[in-house]
């Protein structure tokens, strides 16, 4: 085989790699984690999915801090941003922004377990890809 043809052959072996790629980075399907959460004595599962940065910004956009909040430095309404993301990235069992709400204004659910909610949900929201973008040649 020629030079040319080799060369030609390796370039289109190339072409095709980068394009099985890009259609796999396209073609990603969201992160999720499951939750275990204990209540009265029973272990119960949660299932949250990722959302778009796009979503993630629309729904911070949605949920800004009110003046007093952005002067204490927050990007967010915590009051109303934290159900609002939970609703958003509940899978199993889906839950609305309301049966959020209904869980912040519980006074069964402490900050650290309202914390845990919200931190896992915006941590799966943050997470980066499991790409390692090192060259271990």
Not at 64 to 82: H, M, R, S, V, W
Not at 105 to 114: D, V
């Amino acid at each position: 085989m020629s030079d040319v043809k080799i060369t030609a052959s390796r370039l289109e072996q190339s072409k095709r790699d980068k394009e099985s790629v890009l259609d796999r980075l396209k073609n990603k399907k969201p992160r999720t984690k499951t939750l275990t959460v204990e209540v009265g004595g029973d272990e119960l599962e949660l299932t949250f999915q990722a959302i778009s940065s796009h979503d993630l910004d629309a729904l911070q956009t949605k949920h800004a801090p009110t003046l007093e909040q952005k002067a204490k430095g927050f990007n967010f309404n915590p009051d109303t941003f934290g159900p609002a993301l939970v609703a958003a990235c509940s899978s199993e069992p889906e839950m609305t922004e309301e049966d959020t709400k209904e869980l912040w204004e519980s006074g069964a659910w402490s900050t650290g377990e309202l914390g845990q909610l919200f931190d896992t949900c915006i941590s799966l929201c943050m997470e980066g890809m499991n790409t390692n973008f090192t060259n271990n040649a």
